[in-house]
Antibody
Framework: QVQLQESGPGLVKPSETLSLTCTVS????????WSWIRQPPGKGLEWIGD???????NYNPSLKSRVTMSVDTSKNQFSLKLSSVTAADTAVYYC??????????????????WGQGTLVTVSS | DIQMTQSPSSVSASVGDRVTITCRAS??????LAWYQQRPGKAPKFLIY???SLQTGVPSRFSGSGSGTDFTLTISSLQPEDFATYYC?????????FGPGTKVDIK
């Protein structure tokens, strides 16, 4: 069973960079896409982006100028950096696996395994 | 971006009730839709993919249907553990987008 665990600071100052790491256990990171999704308190889910082990990335255009994702296959980890944060970036940040699922002859990626989430608060 | 809407935003129901939630995409997404369940304080749980395929281990009282722009999630007989918020999500194109959620609570 694949398990994911987020780690990183729970408090970040405005204008600084938020940095989170997701550690994958129970499976290799050398497959699938690996995603970051966030949820502001009391609100809905927002996809931030995803990355493959070969460092193919897809970012949400609304955040693209501030987002960098990376992967460390030796540690089975992937990471998120979000720069120039403001209070609007306060959220629970989830890492997730984007598993490949097929219908007929076509396939797409869905978020099938999630970490427990980590609350990141942006405040001075 | 493809906008996802859901209705109702909340529904009050009793154990044993049949509950139906609707999700609509702002443009056609074929069958590339998923449903997730989120209990308070927990991560979302993957229920259904490709609009109607049940993820392994998900109870058969959950079912999904639809294609194009209109989709439904049905819980045939609500159980106590089903009281949660449900989100739809399109996987047809980037950026991936979620619906605003439908909260199912106890009547």
């Amino acid at each position: 069973q694949v398990q994911l665990q987020e780690s990183g600071p729970g408090l970040v100052k405005p204008s600084e960079t938020l940095s989170l790491t997701c550690t994958v256990s129970g499976g290799s990171i050398r497959s699938y896409y690996w995603s970051w999704i966030r949820q502001p308190p009391g609100k809905g889910l927002e996809w931030i982006g995803d990355i493959s082990y070969s460092v193919d990335t897809n970012y949400n255009p609304s955040l693209k100028s501030r987002v960098t994702m990376s992967v460390d296959t030796s540690k089975n980890q992937f990471s998120l950096k979000l720069s120039s944060v403001t209070a609007a970036d306060t959220a629970v940040y989830y890492c997730a696996r984007a598993g490949r699922y097929c219908s007929g002859t076509s396939c797409q990626y869905f978020f099938d395994f999630w970490g427990q989430g980590t609350l990141v608060t942006v405040s001075s | 971006d493809i906008q996802m809407t859901q209705s109702p935003s909340s529904v009050s129901a009793s154990v044993g009730d049949r509950v139906t939630i609707t999700c609509r995409a702002s443009q056609g997404i074929s069958s590339w839709l998923a449903w997730y369940q989120q209990r308070p304080g927990k991560a979302p749980k993957f229920l259904i993919y490709a609009a109607s395929s049940l993820q392994t281990g998900v109870p058969s009282r959950f079912s999904g249907s639809g294609s194009g722009t209109d989709f439904t999630l049905t819980i045939s007989s609500l159980q106590p553990e089903d009281f949660a918020t449900y989100y739809c999500q399109q996987a047809n194109s980037f950026p991936r987008t979620f619906g605003p959620g439908t909260k199912v609570d106890i009547k």
